[in-house]
């Protein structure tokens, strides 16, 4: 088993507590039960490591917390750490009611939703579901920010119609289109979706269950091109993982 990754999971709780755990998941996109599971793969274990040296620099050595605001404006990070922050905290606060969450789809959608909303700052989030034969997803839940509101429930797009957005989610680990409307992959999606909805940039990132494509969470920046960064695409992987667990723990059947 896993060992000697799990050991970077270990080192980080010493020197930064849980906050330090959910940053190192990030940045190495892999969490603690993952890593523990694991076969200390030469790879992996390089990327922990890495990882966990860049945690390393964002505590503060003298109290084992992330550095202070005033420290963090010393070097011009502020915005930075603020939104690592926020990154965090959702995150934190995915886990801490993961019992309510945990094979119920339907609210593990919403909830992810508004994690990702309010991390990233983003307009649009949703968890749509795809069929066995991959023709068609439906939208579980789909979380309006400016709104506040839930819905989409039941709005469905099509295979025959959107061919290369879907041929993506089948071998994209995630589908990064800071101009969607251009972008080869989500073009297709212009008329008919990006434009009435005013969307400019999506990240999209597919839900793997039972070894199995099973849907994809899509985070849907409204206004022009957006260039989304590599921790909003790792915190976009580790919510879409949750809700791949939702999946896999539900009673119900979710195709």
Not at 51 to 61: G, S
Not at 63 to 87: C, E, P, S, W
Not at 233 to 248: H, K, Q
Request: with cysteine; glycine share 8%; hydrophobic share 40%.
């Amino acid at each position: 088993m896993g060992y000697r990754c799990a050991q970077f999971f270990r080192e980080a709780e010493k020197i930064g507590g849980i906050p330090a755990k959910v940053r190192l998941a990030s940045l190495a996109c892999i969490t603690s039960a993952e890593a523990a599971a694991s076969n200390d793969d030469l790879r992996l274990v390089t990327r922990l490591k890495d990882a966990l040296e860049q945690v390393r620099t964002e505590i503060d050595t003298r109290t084992g917390g992330f550095l202070d605001q005033a420290t963090i404006a010393t070097g011009n990070n502020a915005k930075l750490v603020a939104k690592l922050r926020r990154h965090m905290e959702s995150f934190v606060d995915i886990m801490s009611q993961r019992s309510l969450m945990l094979g119920n789809i339907r609210e593990a959608a919403r909830r992810t939703n508004e994690a990702a909303s309010y991390a990233m700052d983003i307009a649009r989030v949703s968890v749509w579901l795809i069929d066995d034969k991959r023709t068609k997803i439906t939208c579980v839940d789909l979380f309006d920010m400016d709104k506040g509101t839930h819905g989409g429930g039941g709005g469905e797009l099509f295979a025959t119609q959107y061919a290369p957005y879907f041929a993506a989610l089948g071998y994209e680990r995630t589908i990064i289109a800071n101009d969607a409307r251009k972008d080869a992959r989500t073009a297709c999606l212009a008329k008919s979706y990006l434009e009435p909805l005013g969307i400019g940039a999506m990240l999209d990132v597919p839900i793997w269950a039972h070894d199995r494509l099973a849907g994809v969470v899509c985070h849907e920046h409204v206004g022009g091109p957006r260039e989304w960064d590599a921790d909003e695409e790792r915190l976009g992987y580790l919510l879409s993982s949750f809700v791949a667990l939702a999946l896999e723990g539900s009673r119900t059947s979710w195709r």
